[in-house]
């Protein structure tokens, strides 16, 4: 063992977290400026310990600044950029949530709807906070989903923007009831053209995927995804990227989701979807989620011709 490079490592932690600690100091006292180059420092330290953060107090913090000054693009950008790493933590949820957090990010997103950036930081906060099925439900109360789906239309070229977009459908309609409520607003046009505009993108096909996946394991949102041709572009985007994980899993989970009705398994034999299952289940054989929606997509489409 480098003891000497060790002991520098650990030195080097120690006066991170005595920046870290100086820095949440002086938040309460700064101007708007001056906490957009706080949070920008915050936002460069690699390997931040995000509970230790909020033991500090910084959510209290962030959305003090965020309410405070709300026209500032840069500040709302940099306090979502940091909700982002927060967010990634499920014990830190909560306790934002518990903030105030839900209606400060639905409310950046209103205020600056033509800034891409902020929009893209915003869906990937509503992402995280719904992956907890209570925090969804409140989120949908508050219409998450209408501001999701506008940033979709608002910037339906933008790769980043529908990639995180796509992520926050797949987590606000994780249960039955956000389910039916989120289809009367027809995510399923947004997802679907996010597939066809960014076809080169596996990071936006692979999260549209998981969000059919989620839509679809409702039978009459499958059956309707199916007539919006969601099976071939599901396909497609399998044949693309036939060497991406996450999308391959992704998809044979949609098609496993898609195949619960007996039209729609009639539908994927036609489209000869088992030669892209068993490409991908060759191609991943250690991805043991992948083969599980394998197995569950070859045993339910096989059902249309037994």
């Not at 490079?5 to 120690?14: V, Y």
């Not at 949440?24 to 931040?48: K, R, T």
């Not at 989701?257 to 991943?284: G, K, P, Q, Y």
Request: one cysteine or more.
């Amino acid at each position: 063992m480098d003891y000497y490079m060790l002991g520098e490592s650990i030195i080097q932690r120690a006066r991170e977290v005595r920046r870290q600690e100086r820095l949440l100091d002086q938040m309460d006292s700064c101007n708007g400026e001056e906490l957009v180059a706080i949070l920008v420092s915050l936002n460069a330290v690699p390997d931040v310990d995000m509970n230790s953060l909020m033991d500090s107090g910084i959510g209290r913090k962030v959305r003090r600044g965020m309410n405070d000054n709300q026209q500032n693009q840069r500040l709302q950008l940099e306090s979502l950029r940091l909700l982002t790493t927060l967010t990634n933590s499920g014990g830190n949820r909560g306790r934002l949530m518990e903030l105030g957090f839900a209606e400060t990010v639905l409310k950046a997103m209103d205020d600056h709807y033509t800034n891409a950036d902020i929009q893209e930081y915003a869906c990937e906060v509503l992402s995280n906070l719904a992956a907890e099925r209570d925090f969804a439900d409140e989120l949908n109360g508050m219409q998450a989903g209408e501001r999701v789906l506008r940033a979709m239309d608002n910037f339906e070229r933008n790769a980043q923007v529908q990639e995180t977009g796509c992520a926050a459908f797949w987590n606000l309609a994780g249960i039955t009831r956000n389910k039916i409520l989120l289809n009367r607003l027809d995510p399923a046009s947004r997802i679907l053209r996010a597939i066809d505009l960014h076809m080169d993108n596996p990071g936006v096909l692979g999260y549209a995927c998981g969000s059919i996946a989620t839509l679809a394991s409702h039978d009459d949102i499958g059956l309707l995804l199916m007539r919006k041709d969601a099976g071939s572009k599901v396909l497609l985007a399998m044949d693309r990227h036939p060497t991406d994980s996450f999308l391959q899993e992704c998809a044979c989970k949609a098609l496993a989701r898609l195949a619960r009705t007996h039209v729609n398994r009639l539908s994927l034999l036609n489209l000869d979807a088992i030669s892209r299952i068993d490409r991908a289940r060759e191609t991943f054989q250690n991805n043991s989620k992948l083969t599980l929606y394998v197995q569950k997509a070859k045993r339910r489409i096989f059902y249309a011709v037994n």
